[in-house]
């Protein structure tokens, strides 16, 4: 079967790829606890694993769309932000300036997904790095 990790550091990333490997150990029985402690044995078979570098790509701007968003109490609006260079590593970090009128929650590196409360106006803000850029995000009564 095959086997893959990354280790990731200030510096970047490196990946694993194990194209065939052989997994051995001892599973443990169910039990009330939450948490499970397993040990295995991981051996290659026969094929060495693939090492790739990736490194960081810092963003150097930010913009997040859409600028602007209407809608009513309950509602919800996903804002997507882009970084440039196109193929940065950096992950968005997302905040609002009234979480009572409009939160805001990460769903990935790049997207949030903000959720109407109250009538007002609220201000989404997306940063990475030192960069920011703004969504407004105007709520109606229901």
């Known amino acids: 079967m095959p086997f893959s990790f990354t280790l990731e550091n200030a510096e970047g990333a490196y990946t694993f790829d194990f194209p ?3 997994i ?9 606890t939450d948490i499970v402690q ?3 044995d991981i051996t290659a078979a026969n094929t060495p694993p693939t090492i790739t ?3 960081k790509v810092p963003a150097t701007a930010i913009s997040v769309a859409p600028a602007t968003s209407t809608g009513a109490v309950g509602s919800t609006v ?3 932000a882009t970084l440039t260079p196109a193929d940065s590593t950096d992950t968005v970090q997302w905040t609002s300036s009234d979480p ?3 939160s805001v929650v990460s769903t990935g590196q790049k997207t949030a997904k903000v959720t109407r409360s109250a009538a007002g106006t609220a201000i989404i803000t997306g940063k990475a790095r030192t960069f920011t850029a703004t969504s407004e995000i105007t709520v109606t009564a229901p």
Not at 24 to 32: L, N, T, V
């Open 20 to 22: 065939e490997v052989q």
């Open 24 to 32: 051995s150990g001892d599973w443990p029985d169910a039990g009330s």
């Open 38 to 40: 397993v040990q295995l």
């Open 53 to 55: 570098r990736v490194p």
């Open 78 to 80: 996903t804002l997507t």
């Open 100 to 102: 009572t009128i409009a």
